[in-house]
């Protein structure tokens, strides 16, 4: 199955680096995309449980979707996580 969603703080390739590089280390998802002008992530699963992990997981580097809350804390760890990008690359 193919997913897509919409997240806050996407602001750079740091950002879809970091991205990219932590929901590979999910377990059964493959393709992953991310289009930092749209702020769209879109990648291939086998069952709803593995999309609700990748949610989760972007909620926890600091990208929640565009339906969650977008608070203060979300913004920090996104600026950690878009920084940890850019070291990485």
Not at 2 to 21: D, F
Not at 38 to 43: D, R
């Amino acid at each position: 199955m193919n997913t897509s969603i919409v997240v806050q703080n996407l602001k750079c390739g740091g950002c879809a680096n970091s991205i990219t590089t932590k929901l590979a280390e999910i377990e059964n998802i493959t393709d992953i995309n991310v289009d930092v002008d749209s702020s769209l992530i879109t990648f291939s699963h086998n069952n709803k449980v593995d999309a609700a992990t990748v949610k989760d997981k972007l909620k926890i580097l600091g990208y929640p979707s565009i339906d969650d809350d977008n608070n203060l804390m979300f913004k920090a760890k996104s600026f950690v996580s878009c920084a940890t990008g850019k070291l990485s690359k």
